[in-house]
Each structure stands twice: as structure tokens, then as C-alpha cells.
């Protein structure tokens, strides 16, 4: 035998010129599994449902792997040193979605249903305009920062995006659509939610010294000055607002959310979560002491069983969805029924759009959940890591405002469809069926995809300067 | 900023925590009671999913499923001959749920019990689709059709006993439904017709209605008094003055007719039908032991055939009451289930086995998981009283009310009865027989009738005998021609 050679020290303990390693490959090589997985799923649906591959199998699996292989190359040349594990993330959430999707159209129960529209088509080229925003924020957006000018532009841009659906009818209870003839339906809160958090992020960046310091003590906490609270306010007012008017209480509830966490980190101020929880509760409470659409929903919640019986025997019950959602996830048990082989379709039309986490617990299981949730998990932890590692505010307030949107987004959703808070009416990011979700979402990981590059990517090289040695250089 | 960042990191953890708990508890915790739970359609589509087992009667199926085309149910249960055999199979809807033995053995049917683990696993390894098994009964076809003939339009029951083993032979119910009608999806409208029918057709009459049993129950009451020592032997005179009043009133007790009933010895007394013998020993023995020897008997509790049957009554009640019951009547109420276990228990010396009607569980692959064994129930009177009874009852047939009964050749024993009820015996009367054939291998079949009278049923025992003995007879009949 001969002897073993020890192992090269390859880890990089001293500073070398090669810089830290771009990951790309880790990220061509996650990104493959994120293409494959979707693909057995899609296969599995097929035998399961037909006892045969299903025909688009190879065009699929092509369609998916072209985005995604694109979507790397650009990544690659745009944003080198960016996170290796949010693309291949959302290329798996984007991709199993799709398969959930295409199963649900092959349900004769929501085929024979008149409300229910084949989606599947729809949804690939959805995903990949989602790519083609995703790229092209990859491309225009040299450097996050350029975002901090556009500030107050946000701001009017957001609220016109929040406005503008007040002044279009209502579907299915929520006031949450812009409807253009020809073109079909936008949700812009979707896309709202990034355009905020830019605003938040710069309003914040410059106004965080005022709202920290400026303050008294008062029982253990600092409280602000009362023309401190002014944007809080502003804020919760307008959320509340959009409550009332879109009988939204999600999105209220994802914009409020969203702020309170970014004004926590810009002023390390804990009294901040303490107002704003209390706002948020105040103003939930006040809503639904009116609003008969918020007051169904936590009715539903409470107790959905009664009120299932209830509009069994003709009166009015609010909570066919979220008992049939119940059953599919109780169905399901711990390892599921197999893809294809569950009856989520028995929610009926949102079956593939706001109730699609159903269809998951049924046919996936606990199993399938747990897996799903941890990589929602993971897409929001490596955000927060990105604003963890971004050198400059504006990006570390950035890039927390969306990773905290994004995991409130998915807990409000998957809380409401379990049960563990009344239901709103938003989208599983990536997952569900809906064009403005999917491809917003797809804006909001270019975003932190292009401040974690910024973040990761090695610092220059300080240029050498001849007369280093004779006088002393005071650098920022 | 560094700080509150990784704290927003740990309450974004939190509330994907918070999922992960909240999916455990529902898709863990709670998920046997969702899945299971009735308002959940995958249970019932579940249960469509494929062909049901099949009841089966005499090695034929009585039942059978046939597909739909439907998107949710896939098979639909069909039933051979559902009017007749509905107080066995009871249904099995799509929409209504399920009664009876396809409600209580729906587990072997959907192939769904515990028992069927093995050849689940084992559809399920070799791709098979999951099959149920079948529900073997005791009936007979023979017998159960001359009941349901024998009781044609008129409202009645039939229930039929082996009694050396408690096999049910024959349970049918009249007016009756198809259950096939109510089978489907859309049969709504057949559902609220049968549901709102006035003549209650999904009532099961043979096992959940109870009918006050008349002077059949007087076989009780002989048996009670054989028992109790009031009188040794049913050939010695009884002390029964004529007239004879009621204890505790003035209300003279009347027999139908001018009867020879003075001092009758039991035999003349039930031959003929005394109220005033039997009424007298009702009081002469009392409350209590009347109970006791009712309960003996049955009385007072309900038997899982497996369908549960109601419990028949003889009520703890005053002395004029009591006597009154001694013959069948005041609040004393039997099943025909009931009447035909007391002519089962005399014609088996004694011994009551307990009825059943399942006989054997049997899976797809054709193993049998389940054997019923017959069970004596209770031994209600000794073997001497059984055989006095059942010269008595032999009687009764051979020269009493009880003639329509006779078979050539074949010792046959009963008694006839006609009750009166409503508000003073204003109600139409039910006529009542109950019997057992006698061969030498013991006693193959012990048999009760009820029909519900209407205004030309005459209001003497001579209904019974007329309009219910011949059923009787066909049932015996059929029974001891599929017995040789």
C-alpha cells in the first residue's frame, strides 16, 4: 500500500488577487436539478393521470431548461459574483409550479367547470416574459444604487399602481385587478411592492438619523417625536385605505408589513415593530368592524367547518374554499397521494391560483409542504444574507424590504390557505397561476440578485499611487 | 445596520415556523379526521371509485355496480330485485350515504378493512385496482320471496329464523323500495318521494317496528306460568273463573266470543285465544316475573343482526296494565324479529340462538376473513317447558285459529294473534302469526308474520289466522323444500 499524501491546504486563508469565487457553476449545477425536478414531476402527472408521458414532455422540459439556461448566462455576464442559489430557486418554484398548474387543467372537474380556463399555456409564457424582465433588470440596472435617484418617482409610481385599481370593478370580492380589454387582467400590487420598497429604502436611507435619534425614553422604549411619526402614518393610512376601498386586507397587510420591518432596520428602533403592531392591529380592527368582506373572512377562519355547514343548508357560508383546502391538505396526509392522484381540483377555479399550496399538500404531502417551505425559506434568507453583505444602506434597506415582503407575502398566503390566518386574496410567488405575480417576482430576484453581485463582488484593487509612500492618504 | 437585519432574519424564520407547525398540525395531527371526515367528497368518491363487493343471497349476488361515465362517482350501486331484498341490502347512494348492511360492512365492501390489508398491498404492488369484498348472508331467496309475495300491497313484515343456529332466513318489509333508484347522483326526487311517503318505505318493519305482538305473545305468558310453577302440566284445569275482571277495576276482561274458557286447561285456552286465562295469569304472576321472562326471551334490548333492531318492551307497569299486557296488548310491543325469536326458542327445546344474517365475510381473492359462529343467546324456558309449549302450539294449528297453517306431513306449532291499537281500539288491527315447522332433524324455521290491517280486516283472532298464517306457511314451505 502506499502511503496516503496529506491533503493540499486549498482553503484560501490569506488574501490573494484571485478574489472570492463567482459560484456560477454551483448555480449551473443547482439550476440543472431546478430544471429536472419540475420534469419528473410533469412526467409523473402524465402516467399518473394517462398512464403515458404526456405529449408536451420534451417541449416543456426544453422550454424550461432554454429559460433557465438564459437566465444563467446572463447572470453570468451581468452579474458575476451574484448569489448562486437564488436563481435556481425560483427556476424550481417557477417550474413545479407550472406542472401544478398543467396537472390542475387536466382535471375533467375543472374542465367541466365554466368558470375554470385552461391556464398552462398562459403560464410558460408568463414565466418567460418573467425571465425577459428578469434579464432585462439584469442589463439596464448597472448598479442598484441608480435606484436611490429615483426615490420620489417611486413613490408617485406606487401609488398610482395602488390607486389605480379602485377605479376598476371588483373580481371575485377584491378590488385588486386593472382590467385592459384585449390584454386581460394586471394585478399592480404586485408589481407595487417592488417599487415601494425602492421608495421606502431611499425615503428611509435619508431620514433614518432623524427617526432614531430624535427621541424620548419612555417605559424602556425610545418614542418618537410626534412629527417623527408622520410617514408611519402616511404609510399605515394608505394601507388602510387600500383595506377599504379593494378590500384587500393582503396586500395592506404586505405594504405595512413591508415598511415597519424596513423603518426597524434603518433605525434600530424596536419601538417601531411595537407601533406598528399596534397600528396594524388597530386598523385591522377597525376595518373589519365594518367591512362585511373582511368580517366573512375571519368568520371562515374561525370557524370553517360552521360556516361550511351553513351555506350547506342554504344560508350564507363563506368558507367552501378553506374547507375544501382543509380537506386536500388533511387528504393528503404525510406523504401525499401522488401527482395527478389527489382531488385539490374539488376547490374549484382558484384551485390553481390562490389555493394551489393545496394541491401541493395533497398529492405532495407534509412531505411536499416542508420541502416547498424550506426553499421559500431558503430564497428569503438568502435576501436578508444579500442585506447582510451589501456594503452601501440603500441596499442593505433594499434588499431586507424585499426579502421581508417576499417571506410576508408567502406567509400571509400559505397561512390563509392552512388556515393559520384568515385568507387573503394574494398569489404563491412563482407558484400560482396569475401573469403580474410571476413575472413581478421575477423582477424582484433580478433586484437582489444585482445587489448581492454588487455586495459579493471583490473590491478594486486600490490603484497604486506613486506617492503612497510619502504622504499619508486619508481614504473613506 | 447589521443587528436589526439578522433579527429580520429570525422572524422571517419564525414565520415560515409558524407554516411549517401549522402544516404538521393539519396534515399530521388532524389529517385522519379530515380525511375521514363525512362533508369531505373524496371519501364518498373514494367509495365510487371502483365496483363495490356485492351481497350475496344463495351464492347469487343481490347486488351489483355498474359504471356511470360520471366524473366524480365512477360506479353506481345497482341492486337485483331491490324491492324484495331493500330490508337486508338497505342502500348505498352516492349522495344519501348508506343504511344497513351496506353501511355496516361498507369497509369489506369498499375493501377498505383492516382485513384486506394483505390483498391491498398486494392489488396495489401488481397494479391492480383495489377490490372489494363480498358480504356472504344467511338468507334464503326461497323463503324471502314467498314473504315479500306472500305480503303483496298490504303493509306488513315477515321475519324467518333457522332456529337451531339464529341464521335469519327471510326479512321482508312491506310497502318496500328499490334502492337502485336512490343509488346515483341525481335521484334528489326519488330521494324526497320516499322520504316524505306517508307509508314509510325505507322503514325496515321486520327488525325497527315494533307492533303490539296480541295474542301471540300468549306463548309467553303460558311459558311464564310452566316456568313459575303456576301450573304443572298444560293438560290440568286452570282457575280461571268466567267472567273475570280486570285487578284493581270493574272492567270486565272479554274473550272474542262465547269461548269455553272456564277453568280451561292451557291447551283449550290457546286453542281458542282466552284473554281471561292469560290475563289471569299475567296478574297472577306479576309485573315482575312477566318481565323477567319477557327479557328472557328478548324483550327490552336491542340485537346487533348485525343491523340493529329496535328493542321490543314489556313495560314495568300497574296490575290492571300488566294483565293487559299478559295478552299483547296495553304497552306491550314487539318486533316481528322478536315474535319469531320466542316461536324459534320453543321450537329449539328451549334455547334462543342469537339471529344473525351476515354468515361469512369474503375477500376478493375468495378467503374467507370472517365466519359466523351461532351463539345461544339465553335459554328462556327448560327443555319441558319448550316441549309442553310446543304440543300446545301444535294444537293450534292442528284444530284451533292456526289451521291455514298445516303443511301435510310436517309438524308445524303457532299461534295467532290480533291486536288492537290507537286511542280505544280505534286503529286498524294487526294481524299476527307465529309458527315453526318441525322435521326430524329438529326445527328448520321458525317464522313471524304482522299485516298491518285496514277497515275490512275483521277485528278477531280470525285474522290473524286468515290473513297472516298462509304467509307463514309459504315462508315454512319454502324453507323445508330448500332443506331436503
Redesign the interface.
Given at each position: 500500500m502506499s502511503a496516503i499524501s496529506p491533503m493540499p491546504n486549498t482553503t484560501n486563508t490569506t488574501i490573494s488577487t484571485a478574489g472570492p469565487p463567482s459560484r456560477r457553476n454551483t448555480e449551473l449545477a443547482l439550476l440543472a436539478f431546478a430544471v429536472l425536478i419540475p420534469c419528473f414531476a410533469y412526467m409523473n402527472v402524465g402516467l399518473a393521470m394517462d398512464g403515458e408521458m404526456p405529449s408536451g414532455m420534451l417541449g416543456y422540459g426544453i422550454g424550461l431548461g432554454l429559460l433557465a439556461g438564459v437566465g444563467h448566462l446572463v447572470v453570468r455576464k451581468f452579474a458575476k459574483y451574484a448569489d448562486p442559489i437564488l436563481l435556481p430557486m425560483a427556476t424550481l418554484l417557477n417550474g413545479i409550479g407550472l406542472v401544478l398548474i398543467w396537472r390542475l387543467d387536466q382535471s375533467?372537474?375543472l374542465q367541466?367547470s365554466k368558470v375554470y380556463a385552461p391556464a398552462a399555456t398562459n403560464q410558460l409564457l408568463f414565466s418567460a416574459m418573467g425571465i425577459a424582465l428578469f434579464i432585462a433588470v439584469l442589463i439596464v440596472i448597472k448598479d442598484h444604487r441608480v435606484l436611490q435617484r429615483y426615490t420620489y418617482i417611486s413613490m408617485v409610481v406606487a401609488l398610482g399602481l395602488l390607486i389605480a385599481p379602485m377605479f376598476f370593478p371588483a373580481k371575485f370580492g377584491a378590488r385588486i385587478w386593472i382590467t385592459i380589454p384585449g390584454i386581460g387582467g394586471i394585478q399592480p400590487g404586485e408589481f407595487a411592492k417592488i417599487v415601494l420598497a425602492v421608495f421606502f429604502a431611499g425615503y428611509l436611507m435619508v431620514k433614518r438619523d432623524a427617526l432614531a435619534l430624535a427621541s424620548r425614553r419612555f417605559m424602556g422604549l425610545y418614542l418618537p417625536r410626534g412629527r417623527d411619526l408622520g410617514p408611519i402614518l402616511t404609510v399605515w393610512g394608505f394601507s388602510i385605505l387600500v383595506l377599504v376601498f379593494e378590500t384587500d386586507l393582503g396586500t395592506s397587510l404586505l405594504f405595512f408589513g413591508m415598511f415597519v420591518?424596513m423603518l426597524?432596520?434603518?433605525t434600530?428602533r424596536t419601538s417601531w415593530i411595537v407601533f406598528g403592531l399596534l397600528m396594524s392591529a388597530a386598523g385591522a380592527v377597525g376595518v373589519a368592524s365594518f367591512e362585511t368582506h373582511v368580517q366573512q373572512r375571519v368568520q371562515a377562519w374561525l370557524d370553517p367547518?360552521g360556516e361550511?355547514?351553513k351555506s350547506?343548508q342554504g344560508l350564507a357560508g363563506h368558507s367552501e374554499q378553506s374547507?375544501q383546502a382543509?380537506?386536500a391538505?388533511?387528504?393528503?396526509?404525510?406523504f401525499g397521494t401522488g401527482w395527478g392522484q389527489g382531488?385539490s381540483d374539488?376547490i374549484g377555479f382558484a384551485a390553481n391560483s390562490d389555493f394551489i399550496l393545496a394541491t401541493v399538500?395533497e398529492e405532495l404531502?407534509?412531505a411536499g409542504?416542508?420541502a416547498i417551505?424550506?426553499v421559500?425559506?431558503l430564497i428569503?434568507?438568502r435576501g436578508?444574507?444579500t442585506?447582510?453583505a451589501a456594503r452601501d444602506?440603500f441596499g442593505?434597506?433594499l434588499a431586507?424590504g424585499l426579502?421581508?415582503a417576499f417571506?410576508?407575502q408567502?406567509?400571509v398566503v400559505?397561512?390563509g390557505v392552512?388556515?393559520?390566518i384568515p385568507l387573503t386574496g394574494m398569489t404563491m410567488p412563482f407558484m400560482a397561476q396569475g401573469g403580474s405575480s410571476v413575472i413581478a417576482n421575477w423582477a424582484l430576484v433580478a433586484v437582489l440578485i444585482k445587489i448581492s453581485d454588487t455586495a459579493r463582488r471583490p473590491a478594486p484593487a486600490p490603484a497604486p499611487s506613486p506617492d503612497a509612500e510619502m504622504t499619508q492618504v486619508v481614504r473613506p | 445596520?447589521?443587528?436589526?437585519?439578522?433579527?429580520?432574519?429570525v422572524?422571517?424564520?419564525l414565520?415560515?415556523l409558524?407554516?411549517?407547525i401549522?402544516?404538521?398540525w393539519?396534515?399530521?395531527v388532524?389529517?385522519?379526521?379530515?380525511?375521514a371526515?363525512k362533508?369531505?367528497?373524496?371519501v364518498t368518491?373514494a367509495r365510487y371509485g371502483q365496483p363495490r363487493g356485492d351481497i350475496i343471497v344463495d351464492g347469487q349476488k343481490i347486488t351489483g355496480s355498474v359504471e356511470t361515465g360520471g366524473?366524480?362517482y365512477k360506479f353506481k350501486r345497482t341492486y337485483v330485485n331491490g324491492a324484495m331484498w331493500a330490508p337486508v341490502t338497505g342502500y348505498s347512494s352516492q349522495v344519501f350515504g348508506s343504511s344497513q348492511l351496506e353501511s355496516l360492512e361498507d369497509k369489506v365492501l369498499t375493501g377498505d378493512d383492516d382485513r384486506l390489508f394483505f390483498n391491498r398491498t398486494v392489488d396495489m404492488i401488481t397494479g391492480k385496482g383495489k377490490k372489494g369484498g363480498d358480504v356472504i348472508t344467511t338468507l334464503n331467496a326461497k323463503a324471502q320471496e314467498a314473504a315479500f309475495k306472500g305480503l303483496g300491497d298490504k303493509q306488513g313484515a315477515v321475519a324467518a329464523l333457522d332456529p337451531r343456529t339464529g341464521k335469519i332466513l327471510a326479512l321482508a318489509s312491506t310497502p318496500s323500495y328499490d334502492p337502485s333508484t336512490i343509488a346515483g347522483a341525481l335521484d334528489g326526487k326519488a330521494w324526497k318521494n320516499l322520504d316524505s311517503d306517508k307509508a314509510k318505505p325505507m322503514l325496515n318493519r321486520a327488525l325497527r317496528q315494533t307492533y303490539p305482538p296480541g295474542s301471540t305473545f300468549k306463548v309467553v305468558t303460558a311459558a311464564a306460568a310452566l316456568e313459575n310453577g303456576l301450573y304443572k302440566d298444560v293438560d290440568s284445569k286452570t282457575d280461571s273463573p268466567l267472567p273475570w275482571t280486570l285487578p284493581d277495576t270493574r272492567i270486565e276482561l272479554k274473550n272474542e266470543g262465547n269461548l269455553p274458557c272456564k277453568d280451561a286447561t292451557l291447551r283449550e285456552a290457546l286453542r281458542v285465544s282466552c284473554n281471561s286465562v292469560f290475563g289471569k295469569i299475567s296478574a297472577d304472576l306479576g309485573n315482575k316475573k312477566m318481565i323477567d321472562q319477557a327479557n328472557k326471551f328478548g324483550f327490552n334490548k336491542t340485537v346487533d343482526t348485525p343491523v340493529r333492531t329496535a328493542a321490543s318492551v314489556y313495560p314495568k307497569d300497574n296490575r290492571p296494565q300488566n294483565a293487559m299486557a299478559g295478552i299483547g296488548q296495553a304497552s306491550n310491543r314487539a318486533t316481528p324479529l322478536q315474535m319469531a325469536m320466542i316461536a324459534a326458542a320453543v321450537a329449539n327445546n328451549g334455547k334462543l340462538m342469537e339471529p344473525y344474517m351476515v354468515d361469512k365475510l369474503r375477500a376478493p381473492n375468495l378467503n374467507v376473513i370472517e365466519h359466523h359462529q351461532p351463539k345461544e343467546m339465553s335459554q328462556p324456558i327448560s327443555a319441558d317447558t319448550a316441549r309442553q309449549l310446543q304440543s300446545i302450539m301444535e294444537t293450534v294449528v292442528e284444530k284451533g285459529t292456526g289451521t291455514n297453517a298445516q303443511i301435510p306431513n310436517v309438524k308445524v306449532g303457532g299461534k295467532t294473534g290480533t291486536a288492537q291499537h290507537g286511542v280505544d281500539n280505534s286503529g286498524n288491527p294487526y294481524a299476527w302469526f307465529i309458527s315453526y315447522a318441525k322435521t326430524d332433524n329438529g326445527s328448520p324455521v321458525a317464522v313471524a308474520v304482522v299485516i298491518e290491517g285496514d277497515e275490512n280486516t275483521a277485528r278477531d283472532d280470525i285474522a290473524g289466522g286468515a290473513l297472516a298464517a298462509p304467509i307463514a306457511k309459504s315462508v315454512m314451505e319454502a324453507v323445508l323444500k330448500t332443506e331436503k
Open positions: 375533467p372537474r367541466a420591518v426597524y432596520v434603518a434600530e367547518m361550511f355547514l350547506k374547507m382543509l380537506w391538505f388533511g387528504s393528503g396526509g404525510v382531488h374539488l399538500g404531502g407534509l409542504i416542508m417551505l424550506l421559500y425559506g428569503v434568507e436578508v444574507r442585506a447582510l444602506p442593505k434597506l431586507t426579502a421581508g417571506a410576508i408567502v406567509f400559505a397561512g392552512m388556515g393559520l | 445596520m447589521n443587528k436589526p437585519v439578522r433579527r429580520i432574519a422572524f422571517c424564520g414565520l415560515v409558524a407554516l411549517m401549522r402544516d404538521n393539519i396534515q399530521f388532524k389529517a385522519g379526521e379530515l380525511k371526515d362533508n369531505n367528497r373524496r368518491i366524473i366524480d
